[in-house]
Structures are given as C-alpha cells and as structure tokens.
C-alpha cells in the first residue's frame, strides 16, 4: 500500500447519486460516477451511498485505508420538508413570572405550512419554572406524547445564558424514550420565538435523520475506510455525522450549497457569481472576497436563525421552452422539456424529425397555455425547442461540452420557429437566449448591488450539465468574464469531497469588548474541534453587527494537516504578475509587484485619471493579491496598503488604519482590513471600531515573532 491519500465526495440527489474521487495532495479529480439514488431500498439512500463508495474504491484500485476524507451532501432534510415528512414537534415552554408570561406567549408556535397543503404539526406546553421538577416535566412531557409529540423542544427566555432547565427537560424526554433538543443548541441569539421555531424544524428532522446517518456510519465503517464521515451544511462547509444527529437543519439546502462550494475550492474563484445550471431551473451565489454569502433561512414563510448560503434559484435553464404569442417569442420557461416530457432537438439525430417534421404549440401540464413551441417528428414524437438548442446553433457550448449537441438538428427545429416569426433560425435562437439570458440579469445585477460587487472585477462562473448553455452568452452580452467550471456537471459532487469544516456561533451582545470576543473564539475552536477539525488548521473570522447587536464567529478547518509536496513551490513572478493584470482587467506592464511575504504577493496597479479638461487629477489604485500557487484571493480598487512588522502593528498600522479611517462630526468609519502574513490570511472586514480590529490582531499574532512582515489591505 502507498502513501497516497484521497478524496471521497458524494452527492445524494433525488433522481441520481453521484461519486467523485480528488486527490488529496493536488486536489486533481481522479474519477467520477453516478448511479440511480436508492430511495426504495430498505436502507434507503444509505444503499446507494455505500454502493458507489465500493464501485469507485474497487474500479480504481484505491483501498479504504487509502481514504482520508468522505462526505456526502444529502436532500433529505430539505426534500422532508418539502413532502411533509417530518415528525410531530412538542414544545416545552418555560419561564416565570412577568417573563414567564412573555415566554408562554413567544415559545407558542402553531403549525408551520410547509407545501401543497402539508403542515409541521405542533403541541404546546408550559411549566413555571418556579415548580420545575422533573414529575412536572415528565407529566408535561406525557401530554405532549399522548397528543402526537414524537420528539420534543425545550425553550426557555435566556437560556443561551443558563441552558440548565432546557438541559433537564431534554435529559427526562431522553429518559422516556423521546428524542429531544434545546433552543439554546442551535443560535445563541436572543429572541425566543424565532430561536423556538428553529429549534421545532430542527426537531421535526431528527428521527429521519438519525436514521439514515446511522445506517451510513455503519456502511462506511463495514467498507473499513477510518475516516471520519462528514456531512454536508447549509453554508458551504462539513461537520460530523455526530453533530447532524443534534442539528439535521444544518443540511437543509445544503445542496444547493455543495456546488458554489466547488467553486470556490476546486475553481478558487475569489470574486464571482456562480451559476449551476440544469435542465429546469439556474441556482445562483455570490463569492466576495473568496467567501460565499450566507444569510437567514426562512421555513413556510417563517424566518428563522439558520444561517444558509444565499442563492437565488430561476426558472431558466438548458431545458427551458419557448413561449411564443402574437408571431414573437414572449418568454422562455418556466416549463422545461423534461416537465413536457419531450426530447430536447438538439440531442438527436436529424432523421428522429422525419421526411415532414412540423411546428406546433402544446399545454406541457394542464393550465399551461397552449404557447409552447415543440417539432413533431417522425413516428408522432415531439422535440421541445430549448435555450440548449439555442445556445448550440449560435456556437456557445463547445464541442467538447456536457451540454454539446446536434447543430444540424438544432438548425432544422429553430428554422421551423424562424419561418413562423419571419426571420431566421440563428435570428430566432438569438431572440430565445437574450429573453432568457435578460431574466436572469435581473438577479445578477440585484446582488451584485446588493453585496457591492465590483462589475468589472468578478467572473461569471458556469457550472452544472448546462453551464455553457447560458454563462458564456450572458457575459458576451454583459460584457463580463466568465469561466465554465472544470467538470462542471459534477461540480456539486467535488464541492462536497473538498469542502472544510465549518462551524459559526451567533450571540446578541452590544459593543463587544475584548473578554466577548475571547470568549467566543474559545467557543468556536471548541465546537468545530467537535465537528471533525484538526485544530491547527482552524481559521476564525469574527464579524459584528452594530445594528442588530450579533456577536458572529465563523470557523473554516480541514480534517488533516494536508502536507503538500508542492508546498514551498512558488510560481515564476513574471507568471504572477500576468494574473494579477488580468484579475484587475489592466496592462500587465503598468502592474506592478509592492511587495512579499510568506505565501502571499502584492500587485499594484496606479494610474491617474484627468478631470474637467485635465485642470484636476484624481490617482486610482487597484491591488490584487496573490497567493503562490497563482490564485487571487483578494481584488480591490481604491484600496491603500502596508507593510510592517509584528512589532510595528501597535505604531505604524494604527498609523495606517488612522490614515484609511472616514472621519464624520457623527463618527468615525473604520475602513474594510485585510491582513496577510506566513500562510494566514486574516478577514477583519467585520470589525466596527479600532479598539475592536487591533484586539482581534493582538490575539491572531500573539505568538508571532517581532520581526515577522505582515501587509494590511484597507478600503473604504
């Protein structure tokens, strides 16, 4: 046996499971499978996972020692909630006096719509704390039981403070037999009824969930792979199977999150918009700063304090029909040809259209209007007209693409529709793909505002089986960058076998001072340790919320010290300044190296700018970091930077931050840090005040040595 360590990510979807195997030393994809998902089985998707872990280990020789990390990303919790299946929620609800009443009051939460008619089915319980004892707990506890409680929440004002009494009542559900959580488990956020309600669809998912992650374990365990398993959340990062047996809602929609997950560790996009297109609808994320956005979930219209990645699903994508009214196009979608159960035309031969083939319009599902454009071919068969089809006549998917088709069939079905609408085929693809290509930059320019992204700084990032059908187009007609993923069709797949342990601990406090953020960051490297971290590797960003009073702090780590045999190799400099040049879209001759540490180089570029017929001058910087393996970690325009020693932090960087700082007669804002030293690199755009961002800086280089050269990007 070698040395040699890999990758397993696996990817449950509701029609296919899919396998992807990375390996760990140059993150290079070894192989790739899929098989139907196994959901009829009497081990459920559980069959499926263990099924395609021994196809890929024994079709490429690789044993199960040879493992070093497998995680699998899984539907279940969000496909649960979406069909229903979900258990019956007991709460609990505690207090005393005045704030017992405000309690009884917060923590009463009716039925949660879900969909199609489908409810999370609720039953409340109160109990003064003032008589708490554990017969009044288990009498509550009974009722609740004997109502249709099948697991059980306990809630109580200020328990993120004192979870004691949330403790007990959980320890004598456990007693009897009931799976049990705390609303102090999942956020540690004031505010009872929305902590309560996420702390009911936590609840509503734990005996599903405890299934299946039982009968994984064991199949990885019976496989004889070591390795830890981890599982998929919601914001782009892993955590134990141990810890999904406490909080399962971390995993909803952590499908969606599998795949800008790959984009940001296997592409190592540092500034884009990702794009996973499939055959019915497009799933968009925003990357800033190589991180993803992540905002509040709701559940049945209902907001809640899971923190999930923000995407923005559309009905657009390489399956989209055509809608034709009135001799034009009127739209494409929502309808898909999959929905319609048509063919696309463009993945045909052209014979599958017969001697006579014909344009019509069809209702794809009862209520449709009958608008849509399909080709009846031979043998009665109906081809759907698809932005696939449209994107291929006009040459945007490239031959060797997933989404690569027929170009000659593709022809003969947009000429049909051309001669309708009087123009020609290429005329009438062109119409479909702006229509579609003009709804989805509705989107892309709400969040591209919404996060403050610098348009001519990010890249349009395609992924999914139809990533070229609509990326490479809509940044033409943008004019934008763009980039198709590698292996884009698994993209999802890969995202989950290189995804890092991620953990995030939330907390109401105003103006946190020094002892609140040490605090914190003691919490949070204690609870990601827990979700499978090797401590080492631990990055922590604290980030605070003036305006709603939240502590936040987020934790990235591998599993394993990953030893590189590349790991001192840096790339040739002449090679580094034409990446910075084009991540900054300016000549690579005026970009210029500013200076170096560690891991880390810094690229400039200045220019001036004359204005009112050149009496005044305005100088523009634009910088782009580097790391030395060529990936751009960070781009900014107007930014200023500095470098200095560990022991000049306390003299010139607070120089340097004075310099940067926006002075007001209301306040001073301090500008957006960056700072970079050795292998680090240090987010402190969270801060809010000075004394804030340099007791941050005093802890991350306590151990540093004097003389160690550290740069600081700012911005304002």
């Known amino acids: 046996m070698t040395d040699k360590k890999y990758r397993i990510g696996i990817d449950v979807g509701g029609t296919f499971t899919d396998a992807a195997v990375i390996d760990n030393d140059n993150f290079t994809l070894i192989a790739k499978k899929k098989i139907p998902t196994t959901h009829h089985h009497p081990n459920g998707v559980a069959h499926g996972i263990i099924t395609i872990i021994h196809e890929v280990l024994a079709e490429n020789g690789i044993s199960p020692q040879e493992v070093s990390f497998i995680a699998h990303g899984t539907t279940q919790a969000t496909n649960a909630l979406l069909e229903g299946d979900v258990a019956k929620v007991g709460i609990v609800a505690m207090g005393s006096g005045l704030e017992g009443k405000s309690a009884k009051k917060e923590a009463n939460i009716l039925d949660i719509p879900l969909a199609d008619g489908k409810f999370l089915h609720t039953f409340n319980t109160y109990i003064d704390t003032r008589q708490l004892s554990d017969d009044n707990i288990r009498a509550a506890i009974e009722t609740l039981r004997e109502q249709g409680a099948e697991v059980i929440v306990a809630s109580e004002a200020y328990s993120v403070d004192d979870p004691t009494n ?64 981890m599982i998929m959340r919601c914001d782009g990062g892993v955590m134990s199977i141990d810890e999904v047996r406490k909080r399962p809602i971390l995993t909803m929609l ?64 390489g ?58 071919g031979a043998e009665g068969k109906r081809y759907a007209l698809t932005v696939a089809g449209a994107a291929n006549l006009l040459g945007y998917v490239p031959t060797d693409d997933y ?50 992204l610098e348009r001519h700084f990010i890249t349009l990032v395609g992924g999914g089986g139809s990533g070229c ?30 995804a890092m342990v991620r ?47 939240v502590l936040r702090a987020i934790a990235t780590g591998a599993t394993e010290l990953r030893q590189k045999e590349n790991l001192n190799e840096t790339l040739p400099l002449e090679q580094l300044q034409q990446i910075a040049a084009e991540s900054i879209n300016l000549p690579v001759e005026t970009t210029k190296p500013a ?48 470098l200095c020693t560990r022991q000049e932090v306390t003299s010139s960087f607070a120089e340097f931050l004075d310099d940067n700082t926006r002075y007001s007669e209301a306040n001073a804002t301090i500008p957006k840090t960056f700072l970079f030293w050795k292998e680090k690199m240090l987010d402190l755009t969270g801060m809010q005040t000075k004394e804030q961002m340099l007791s941050i800086i005093e802890m991350e280089l306590d151990v540093l040595e004097q003389e160690q050269p550290v740069i600081a990007v700012a911005w304002q």
């Open 166 to 229: 949330e403790l007990r009542v959980m320890a004598v559900a456990a007693e009897m037999g009931l799976c049990a959580t705390g609303g102090h488990e999942i956020t540690q956020l004031y505010g009872l009824k929305t902590r309560t309600r996420t702390a009911v669809v936590n609840a509503s998912l734990i005996p599903r969930m405890l299934e299946t992650a039982n009968m994984t374990e064991q199949a990885i365990i019976e496989a004889g792979i070591t390795s830890q398993l």
């Open 254 to 317: 952590s499908g969606l999150a599998a795949g800008v997950a790959g984009a940001l560790m296997y592409e190592k996009v540092s500034d884009g918009i990702f794009f996973e297109v499939g055959g019915t609808s497009v799933d968009i994320s925003v990357i800033k700063n190589g991180k993803v956005m992540i905002q509040n979930a709701q559940v049945g219209g209902h907001r809640t304090y899971l923190r999930s990645l923000d995407v923005r699903t559309l009905a657009v994508a």
């Open 319 to 376: 399956g989209s029909m055509m809608m034709v009214e009135n001799g034009k196009i009127t739209m494409t979608g929502p309808r898909s040809a999959h929905i319609a159960g048509c063919e696309y035309e463009c993945f045909i031969a052209e014979s599958a259209f017969g001697e006579n083939p014909q344009l019509t319009f069809i209702s794809p599902r009862p209520g449709d209007p009958q608008t849509y454009a399909v080709v009846n």
């Open 403 to 452: 989404a690569a088709g027929n170009i000659n069939s593709a022809r003969i079905a947009w000429q049909l529709l051309g001669d309708h609408l009087g123009v020609s085929a290429e005329d009438a693809a062109r119409q479909a793909l702006d229509i579609a290509i003009d709804k989805v930059m509705v989107v892309v320019n709400e969040m591209i505002n919404e996060y403050k």
């Open 469 to 498: 059908v609509l990326v490479p187009a809509m940044a033409e007609k943008a004019a934008m960058k763009h980039k198709n993923a590698n292996n884009a069709p698994y993209i999802s797949t890969i995202g989950v076998g290189m």
């Open 503 to 549: 953990e995030m601990i939330e907390k109401s406090v105003v103006n946190p001072g020094e002892a609140e953020i040490k605090q914190i960051r003691a919490e949070i490297m204690e609870r990601i340790v827990k979700s499978g971290a090797n401590e080492a590797t631990v990055d922590i960003n604290i980030e605070i919320d003036k305006q709603k009073n």
């Open 595 to 642: 200076c170096q540490t560690g891991r880390w180089h810094l690229f400039e570029n200045i220019s001036e700018h004359k204005r009112f017929f050149g009496l005044m001058k305005k100088k523009k910087i634009c910088l782009s970091m580097i790391d030395r393996e060529g990936v751009v970690r960070l781009k900014k325009e107007n930014a200023n930077w500095l």
